[in-house]
Protein backbone atom coordinates (compact mmCIF):
# COMPACT_ATOMS: atom_id res chain seq x y z
CA UNK A 1 0.00 0.00 0.00
CA UNK A 2 1.51 3.50 -0.46
CA UNK A 3 1.52 6.48 1.63
CA UNK A 4 2.88 9.48 1.74
CA UNK A 5 2.97 11.53 4.83
CA UNK A 6 3.90 14.69 5.10
CA UNK A 7 4.70 17.12 7.60
CA UNK A 8 7.02 20.23 8.67
CA UNK A 9 4.46 23.37 7.53
CA UNK A 10 3.86 25.93 9.73
CA UNK A 11 3.91 29.70 10.10
CA UNK A 12 7.22 31.81 9.88
CA UNK A 13 7.90 34.77 9.06
CA UNK A 14 9.65 35.72 5.65
CA UNK A 15 13.14 35.28 5.14
CA UNK A 16 12.72 32.70 7.69
CA UNK A 17 13.34 28.84 6.31
CA UNK A 18 11.08 25.39 7.19
CA UNK A 19 12.10 21.78 6.52
CA UNK A 20 9.33 19.95 4.88
CA UNK A 21 9.15 16.13 5.28
CA UNK A 22 7.45 13.08 3.10
CA UNK A 23 8.12 10.00 4.69
CA UNK A 24 7.32 7.60 1.54
CA UNK A 25 5.52 4.04 2.24
CA UNK A 26 7.07 1.44 0.41
CA UNK A 27 10.50 2.91 0.34
CA UNK A 28 11.28 6.03 -1.53
CA UNK A 29 13.49 4.15 -4.06
CA UNK A 30 10.16 2.02 -5.31
CA UNK A 31 9.21 5.67 -6.95
CA UNK A 32 11.01 6.54 -10.11
CA UNK A 33 10.15 10.03 -9.56
CA UNK A 34 9.09 11.47 -6.32
CA UNK A 35 8.46 15.48 -6.02
CA UNK A 36 6.36 18.11 -4.48
CA UNK A 37 3.63 20.43 -5.66
CA UNK A 38 2.06 23.71 -3.86
CA UNK A 39 -1.37 25.09 -4.18
CA UNK A 40 -2.13 28.64 -3.11
CA UNK A 41 -6.03 29.84 -2.58
CA UNK A 42 -7.15 30.71 -5.96
CA UNK A 43 -4.43 29.21 -7.75
CA UNK A 44 -3.22 26.25 -9.93
CA UNK A 45 -1.57 23.91 -8.23
CA UNK A 46 2.03 24.10 -9.07
CA UNK A 47 5.32 21.99 -9.22
CA UNK A 48 7.70 22.98 -6.89
CA UNK A 49 10.81 20.54 -7.30
CA UNK A 50 11.25 16.74 -8.06
CA UNK A 51 13.79 14.07 -8.10
CA UNK A 52 14.37 11.20 -10.37
CA UNK A 53 15.46 8.17 -8.78
CA UNK A 54 17.02 6.85 -11.96
CA UNK A 55 19.76 9.81 -12.10
CA UNK A 56 18.95 11.50 -8.89
CA UNK A 57 18.69 14.87 -10.93
CA UNK A 58 16.10 17.20 -9.40
CA UNK A 59 13.98 19.90 -11.06
CA UNK A 60 13.29 22.86 -9.29
CA UNK A 61 10.38 25.49 -10.35
CA UNK A 62 12.04 29.20 -11.21
CA UNK A 63 9.99 30.82 -8.35
CA UNK A 64 12.17 28.35 -6.13
CA UNK A 65 15.20 27.82 -7.33
CA UNK A 66 17.87 28.79 -5.35
CA UNK A 67 16.08 28.86 -2.37
CA UNK A 68 14.78 25.11 -2.14
CA UNK A 69 16.84 22.25 -1.82
CA UNK A 70 15.02 19.09 -2.11
CA UNK A 71 16.97 15.87 -0.77
CA UNK A 72 16.39 12.39 -0.54
CA UNK A 73 17.11 9.77 2.10
CA UNK A 74 16.65 6.16 0.82
CA UNK A 75 17.54 4.76 4.20
CA UNK A 76 14.98 6.79 6.14
CA UNK A 77 12.84 6.25 3.06
CA UNK A 78 11.93 10.18 3.19
CA UNK A 79 12.25 13.04 0.88
CA UNK A 80 12.86 16.96 2.80
CA UNK A 81 12.19 19.78 0.86
CA UNK A 82 14.50 22.76 2.91
CA UNK A 83 12.85 26.00 2.03
CA UNK A 84 14.88 29.12 2.87
CA UNK A 85 14.34 32.75 2.15
CA UNK A 86 10.69 32.22 2.51
CA UNK A 87 8.85 34.63 1.14
CA UNK A 88 5.01 35.12 1.59
CA UNK A 89 3.93 34.43 -1.85
CA UNK A 90 5.20 30.98 -1.01
CA UNK A 91 2.48 30.30 1.21
CA UNK A 92 0.08 27.52 0.32
CA UNK A 93 -0.43 23.73 0.53
CA UNK A 94 2.56 22.15 -0.40
CA UNK A 95 1.84 18.39 -1.38
CA UNK A 96 4.58 15.30 -1.50
CA UNK A 97 3.71 13.16 -4.78
CA UNK A 98 4.83 9.94 -6.46
CA UNK A 99 5.06 8.60 -9.74
CA UNK A 100 5.52 4.92 -11.10
CA UNK A 101 5.76 2.54 -7.98
CA UNK A 102 7.89 -0.32 -9.15
CA UNK A 103 7.88 -4.03 -7.45
CA UNK A 104 10.33 -6.13 -9.08
CA UNK A 105 8.57 -6.58 -12.34
CA UNK A 106 5.96 -4.67 -11.75
CA UNK A 107 5.04 -0.86 -12.66
CA UNK A 108 1.65 0.94 -10.79
CA UNK A 109 1.30 4.36 -12.60
CA UNK A 110 0.64 7.06 -10.18
CA UNK A 111 0.55 9.69 -9.41
CA UNK A 112 0.13 8.77 -5.38
CA UNK A 113 -0.60 12.22 -3.42
CA UNK A 114 0.14 12.82 0.63
CA UNK A 115 -2.19 14.76 2.51
CA UNK A 116 -0.74 18.02 2.23
CA UNK A 117 0.74 20.44 4.20
CA UNK A 118 0.29 24.30 5.34
CA UNK A 119 2.96 26.45 4.61
CA UNK A 120 2.10 30.39 5.82
CA UNK A 121 4.81 33.55 5.24
CA UNK A 122 3.84 36.61 7.09
CA UNK A 123 5.60 39.28 5.86
Known amino acids: QVQLVESGGGLVQAGGSLRLSCAASPTTASFNTMGWYRQAPGKEREEVSCISSSDGSTYYSDSVKGRFTFTRDNAENTVYLQMNSLKPEDTAVYYC????????????????WGQGTQVTVSS
Open 97 to 112: YADTLVVGTLWYRGPY
